[in-house]
């Protein structure tokens, strides 16, 4: 189009019609704008005074006309390229829109998430208000230091209440006892008392007791115990009595110390707070109580006197003879409770000392361990777990444990990688025995172990479940090659669990799936003869004998254990087989299994957890025991028994 002559003739023209019209145009803006001035001029004129018109004239001002001037050459200065059209701007992209759009959005909703943010979830600030009053001063001298709480140290012996009365000073303690002794306790009672010092922040010790009750007692007497003990007051018939349980720290000179205290009492009188106490007798006498031996002084005949004991490492100080009796009750329940576990032998899984199996030592506190071959990979394996158990062990009962295995040789040797293995029907002379016996033992020695339930003694025939793992011989034979196998078992320090007591001759099915009853008591000549080498345990069978008793199975019955004590030494242990068998089971409550052993006179239960939980047959037991079904007695003595041995045997 720019080409078209006549385009370009027409634009021509449109030019010069512009530069006229804008000539007019300014022509008619001059115009207009000197009429302005002057109908202004006019309006001056008109709002002169005559005062003012008598005024001389205003000088012409060139600076003035000068501004005039410029202002009429500003109205000309239009540039004609603002009287063309211009282009319209370009419209913006279609994207540059959407993102204006989107911010658009963005901001209104943080301003309306801000708006309800200030006014709907902000908390506002609380107002502080200024205090009206002066503010005092706080001195240093007044701010005082929070002390912290003084902590009471466990008790040695259980108590049926615990008092904690406090004071502000020690000589505060003789009037706060003497008005706790007139409370009234129950009888058979013991009420624990523990001064809180104030002062000091912390509970009075046993010197500060007998300082401000002014007792005098030997100064060494105090660096024999330790630091903790427990003060209780005990009621009974007769009124309350004082009873003091301290642990004895240095044994050594103590004797000397308890001498010099009574010849002193026996020579200057009993004084307390400062008075002499009048007596009924005035030397000390012994007298024994569940095997411990207490030191007394009669003071009234109203149960009222001077009693003390040392055993073990308890010092027991009361005054009244029942008290102490009643206190060496509990100390010795309490050690029994801590001691129960050791009655039980106890299967386990796995290869290593897990956490589980520790926490079950923890609670439980068991006397021994039976090794599976599930726990049993190689030599060093078994070393080191072995070691981590008796580790164990002592942390948490300070007994070693009994590490039983049935390593019988042939084809029960739970530890399979052991190169004695030789099966017991294949020993043919006591010379051979006694062999076997030794080298196993040195290597049963060598790994750890120390309880081996071998060998079985029991009279067989072709066809009995247990044939293939006898000495497959007469009675009188078998005596003597046990006699010796045992004696080399001994010779290389491995205790010994001769088994089972009477014997499973004669039965076919295995009695840890279904309970043999049988009519008459087996052959025990053999038994009797490998007695003679003292083997550590004797263990029992779990069959139905009914010329001993007709219901219960040999291990439960208490007819048949006895028929055993008559029939063997009477420092070997009774260990029964494990208790943890279905054809058990399936026949008696858990808490009879484990009970009715000990009430028969079993002193060691094996319970391997086979098929049911360890945990489930420990707690049975403890329970039953706790609610007095088990004869304590019994306990005691199977628990005396224990660890007698161990501490004979295991070093």
């Known amino acids: 189009m720019d080409s078209d002559p006549n385009f370009q003739e027409k634009k021509e023209e449109r030019l010069e019609f512009l530069k006229r019209e804008e000539i007019r145009t300014m022509a008619k803006d001059i115009a ?3 009429e302005i001035e002057a109908q202004e001029e006019r309006e001056k004129v008109a709002a002169v005074t005559p005062e003012e018109r008598k005024k001389p004239p205003v000088p012409f001002s060139p600076e003035k006309e000068t501004q005039k001037k410029a202002q009429e050459a500003e109205v000309k200065k239009i540039s004609l390229d603002t009287l063309i059209p211009k282009k319209p701007p370009p419209r913006p992209f279609f994207l540059t829109k959407i993102l204006a759009r989107v911010f658009i959005v963005l901001i209104c909703l943080f301003l309306v998430g801000f708006i309800y943010w200030f006014f709907g979830i902000r908390k506002p600030a609380e107002e502080i208000t200024p205090p009206t009053g002066e503010t005092e001063e706080v001195g240093e001298e007044e701010i005082k230091e929070e002390k912290p709480e003084i902590v009471i140290p466990p008790s040695l012996i259980p108590a049926e209440e615990t008092r904690a009365p406090e004071v502000s000073q020690m000589e505060e303690i003789p009037a706060a006892f003497s008005q706790l002794m007139k409370e009234e306790i129950p009888e058979g009672s013991f009420v624990r008392i523990v001064f809180k010092n104030l002062e000091e922040n912390r509970p009075a010790s046993l010197e500060d007791l007998a ?14 115990l330790e630091q903790n003990f427990t003060l209780f007051i005990f009621s009974q018939v007769q009124g309350n009595r004082v009873a003091l349980v301290g642990k004895v720290k240095e044994k050594e000179g103590l004797n000397k110390v308890f001498q010099t205290w009574e010849d002193k009492i026996e020579k200057d009188g009993i004084f307390l707070s400062g008075k002499q106490i009048p007596t009924a007798v005035s030397y000390f006498r012994t007298a024994f109580y569940q095997g411990v031996g207490i030191r007394y002084l009669t003071i009234s005949k109203n149960d009222f006197g001077i009693c003390y004991a040392q ?6 100080l009361t005054t009244s003879f029942e008290g102490i009796k009643r206190v060496i009750d509990r100390i010795k329940a309490e050690e029994l409770e801590k001691q129960i576990g050791q009655l039980f032998i106890i299967g386990f899984e796995g290869k290593t000392v897990t956490p589980e199996l520790e926490e079950l030592f ?8 039976l090794l599976l071959s599930d726990n049993i990979e190689n030599a060093s394996q078994l070393t080191t777990l072995i070691s981590d158990l008796q580790a164990l062990s002592l942390r948490e009962t300070n007994f070693p444990l009994f590490i039983a295995v049935d390593q019988e040789g042939g084809l029960v040797s739970r530890i399979g990688f052991a190169s004695e293995k030789t099966a017991q029907s294949e020993i043919k002379t006591s010379t051979g ?8 033992g040195k290597e049963l020695k060598t790994l750890g172990v120390n309880l081996n339930l071998a060998p079985l003694l029991d009279l067989t025939s072709s066809g009995d479940f247990l044939y293939e793992r006898s000495f497959q011989k007469p009675a009188t034979e078998i005596g003597y090659l046990a006699k010796s196998l045992i004696l080399g078992q001994k010779g290389a320090g491995i205790l ?11 039965i076919t099915v295995h009695p840890e799936n279904e309970l043999a009853i049988v009519n008459e008591i087996p052959e025990i000549s053999q038994f009797e003869k490998a007695m003679e080498a003292n083997p550590e ?25 006895q028929f055993l004590k008559n029939n063997s030494n009477p420092e070997v242990l009774i260990i029964s087989d494990d208790l943890a068998q279905d054809s058990l089971l399936n026949k008696f409550p858990l808490e009879e299994i484990v009970k009715l052993p000990v009430e028969a006179g079993v002193d060691v239960l094996i319970f391997s957890g086979w098929d049911i939980e360890v945990s489930q047959g420990l707690e049975a037991f403890y329970t039953a025991f706790k609610n007095g079904e088990v004869s304590k007695a019994n306990v005691e003595t199977a628990v005396s ?4 041995l161990k501490q004979k045997t295991l070093k």
């Open 311 to 316: 055993f073990d490492d308890n010092f027991v």
């Open 496 to 506: 010994t669990a001769i088994k089972h007591f009477p014997g499973y001759g004669g």
């Open 211 to 224: 300082l401000v009750s002014q007792v005098e007692v030997p100064s060494e007497f105090y660096s024999k």
């Open 362 to 369: 923890k609670q439980y506190k068991p006397g021994g361990v």
């Open 537 to 561: 345990f004797i263990m029992t069978a779990n069959v139905i004998y009914k010329k001993l008793d007709p219901t219960l199975p040999f291990t439960f019955s208490k007819t048949a254990i």
């Open 433 to 440: 025995a006694l062999q076997v016996g030794s080298n196993r």
């Open 641 to 644: 028994r224990i660890i007698q």
């Open 32 to 34: 207009r704008l000197r």
